[in-house]
């Protein structure tokens, strides 16, 4: 596959970058909405092994399954198990409802401890490494932040009053976890504090679903949750799988390809959700420093690790980032994980 180049410059940097090219129908199936579009071979062109695909709305987007197996119902059972994975952490991570682990301690441990599940502490834990990794360029604790902005709905900034009071509050360091009575719990000694794993908690889920299918016997599959993909095994042919990283300003096509088996991937970019303003687009990535979404040097940050939690954690907190610091801190926070180069 070929694809020319041509020079995009980004303050005194040139960077090539690979032009934009629709791909060809056999090229790449796309499995749904987001980031990535994964080359598959149609069923009818193979015999043998199939390829079982399901899609199923989780998490705020698109979950997609391709299970490879000669058993179909076999591996619809592992898929069905691979969902309620997705399904078990969205309903006990999600900060939209106030039953979830999450929800629950929004509500209440400012005031005392909150019991919540072995699964979220360990998230929550992970996202405040991040956030001490990367000295507090990504903060999970910022929902209030997150909601005055809310630029899924909003068409101009809220006032800078509003959002100024959270701006370099490092508030993840007001995040306790703890243990009570044997049980797991959350406590957050700032009235100010709330949480949103949206950052890191899609990508935990990823790696459950990978889990839930190997459970099954299953050793060649993807999950592609919304930007967050991992890729086991191999593909149908007995290759790595080759992922297609969408271009940020054409949702039909791909600026590059990865070839990756038995690794995660996952991107953000500053294209998901906004509003442009004034000549400038505001978007879902804050900065927690100031308060604002991020300036990046980039529109998109793709990340390639062994796990799913990792890859979205390290996109999530990196972004807006330059190459060198991205690199830097993977070296100390993720020594595996690696700056995405598509071919």
Known sequence: MRYETEPDRIGKNAVER?????????????????????????????????????SVPVMGTVADIAVVHRDVRHAHGAIDAAVQALFDVETTMTRFRTDSDIGRANLGAAKDAVA???????????????????????????????????????????????TARYADRRLYRSVETGITAGRRVLRFHDADVALDLGGIAKGYGVDLAVAA??????????????????????SLEGDPWRVGIRSVSHA??????????????????????GFDHDGRHYHHLL?????????????????????????????????????????RKLASLAPRAALARPA
């Open 18 to 54: 690979p032009a934009v090219r629709r791909p060809g129908r056999r090229e790449f199936i796309a499995l749904g909405a987001g980031a990535f579009a994964v080359a598959l071979t149609p069923r009818f062109l193979r015999s043998g092994p199939q390829l079982v695909r399901r």
């Open 116 to 162: 919540v599940t072995d699964a979220t502490a360990h998230v929550v834990r992970e996202a405040i490494r991040w956030a001490e990794g990367t000295d507090g360029a990504f903060d999970p604790a910022i929902l209030r932040l997150i909601e005055a902005w809310d630029v899924a709905h909003r068409r101009e900034p809220p006032p800078r009053d509003v």
């Open 213 to 234: 299918l190997r459970d099954w016997g299953v050793t060649d599959a993807i999950v592609n949750v919304g930007g967050d993909l991992y890729a086991a095994g191999a």
């Open 252 to 273: 039909n096509a791909i600026t590059g390809t990865l070839e990756i088996r038995d690794q995660a991937v996952a991107t953000s970019g500053d294209y998901e959700q």
């Open 287 to 327: 900065d927690p420093v100031t308060a604002e979404p991020r300036l990046s040097p980039a529109h998109s940050l793709t990340i390639v690790a062994d796990d799913c939690l990792t890859a979205d954690a390290a996109a999530t907190a990196l972004f807006g980032a330059t190459a060198e610091e991205t690199v």
